[in-house]
């Protein structure tokens, strides 16, 4: 009677000699079935092509051309993906307003400055001065967080609230 480490060895050989005889017959099919390699088309229709012509070693040169354009093209997306995201992620998002009197005959805070920064701090600056005789509204452009203008007081305190400072 055999032992079971022998019994267990007999099994293992008997299955790798089917799996070897299964990796022969497909080749065997691949190359009954050979068939000229595209010259154009895809990276997998050449692969395709390749295996079914029996050529291992030009599928296998297709594949790693084909992952490595796929790899290419993945870098490109994912860069254009972080370009689109730092556009657009909430454009104006940073806003501070500040309602007063422009002159001292006026009463009820009818002028007003708001700042309006996206997530670089630029943005502009809108005040509507409100006076008996005429209103008048100006709008000027902030960078960085910066204006190329003296800034009245209340606008001076619109922009730190909108860039988070206390004024």
Known sequence: MLGQPLISVIAVAATVLALAALVVGIVALLRSRREEPVAGGSPLERMTAALQAGDGEAAARELVDYLGAVHERMGRLEGEAVALREHTVRPLQKIGAVHFDAADDIAGRMSC???????????????????????RTFVRRVAAGKTEHELLPEEAEALAQALGRKE
């Open 113 to 135: 400055a708001l700042a309006v920064l996206d997530a670089a701090n630029s943005g502009f600056l809108l005040t509507s001065l409100y006076t008996r005789e005429r209103s």
